[in-house]
């Protein structure tokens, strides 16, 4: 079946623009997770939704990164003004449980170049 | 916060041999450990995950090992195949607290199977 698919896959922004990246989970799945991945590190939690609940919000790098789900499927992760330590890429995971664990499906991810 | 340690960082192996990550973690809540392969352009993809009521793991070719009292799990590939080349990520994760569902990566382990 279809697995999460993120747009845009790649997005150069100049620094000081808005940005939004999309996520499409696998259909069901009521846990949403962003992460963000520097070049050659391991993936950073940022922020976790249950259906349109945002649950979790304590790994947003500052108040200009914001998230959304509002009917619950999709979600857009926004950054405003972004700078140049924005520039990493911007990876989508969702699962079909609502109880820990949860084992995460990863979409492909957006790569973000602030320039 | 939880702190993944992962070993080595690069690792080549001969079509094959087997190849042995590992990854330690300093919260002693941890219960759910999953690993990740991630392969160039992609997103991470789950290959196989253990919890902390289980010592090992088989799934194929992959085994999982976990020693909790010393803290550390361990991936096993055995008979290793040039399609097993990607980076490999350990990460762990807790069922409650504050900190619910999400996963701590290790920093990565770019794994090479010449033919």
């Known amino acids: 079946g279809a697995g999460v698919s993120q747009s845009p896959r790649y997005k150069v922004a100049k620094r000081g623009q808005d940005v939004a990246l999309r996520c499409d989970p696998i259909?069901?799945?009521?846990?949403l997770f962003w992460y963000q991945q520097a070049l050659g590190q391991g993936p950073e939690f940022l922020t976790y939704?249950?259906?349109?609940?945002?649950?979790?919000k304590s790994g947003l790098p500052s108040d200009r990164f914001f998230a959304e789900r509002p009917e619950g499927s999709v979600s857009t992760l926004k950054i405003q003004r972004t700078q140049q330590e924005d520039s990493a890429v911007y990876l989508c995971?969702?699962?079909?449980?609502?109880?820990?664990?949860?084992?995460?499906?990863f979409g492909p991810g957006t790569r973000l170049t602030v320039t | 916060g939880e702190n993944v340690e992962q070993h080595p960082s690069t690792l080549s192996v001969q079509e094959g041999d087997s190849a042995v990550i590992k990854c330690t973690y300093s919260?002693?809540?941890?219960?759910?450990f999953p690993w990740y392969k991630q392969e160039l352009g992609k997103g991470p993809q789950l290959i196989i995950d253990?919890?902390?009521?289980?010592g090992e793991k088989k799934d194929q070719r992959i085994a999982v090992t976990l020693n909790k009292t010393a803290k550390h799990f361990s991936l096993h590939i055995t008979e290793t195949q040039p399609e097993d080349s990607a980076v490999y990520f350990c990460?762990?994760?807790?069922?409650?607290?504050?900190?619910?569902?999400?996963?701590?990566f290790g920093r990565g382990t770019q794994l090479t199977v010449w033919p």
């Open positions: 939704f249950q259906n349109e609940a945002q649950l979790d």
């Open positions: 995971a969702s699962s079909p449980r609502r109880d820990p664990p949860f084992e995460q499906y």
């Open positions: 990460a762990a994760s807790k069922f409650g607290g504050s900190t619910l569902g999400r996963l701590y």
């Open positions: 259909s069901g799945h009521v846990s």
């Open positions: 919260d002693s809540a941890s219960n759910y």
């Open positions: 253990i919890r902390s009521n289980v």
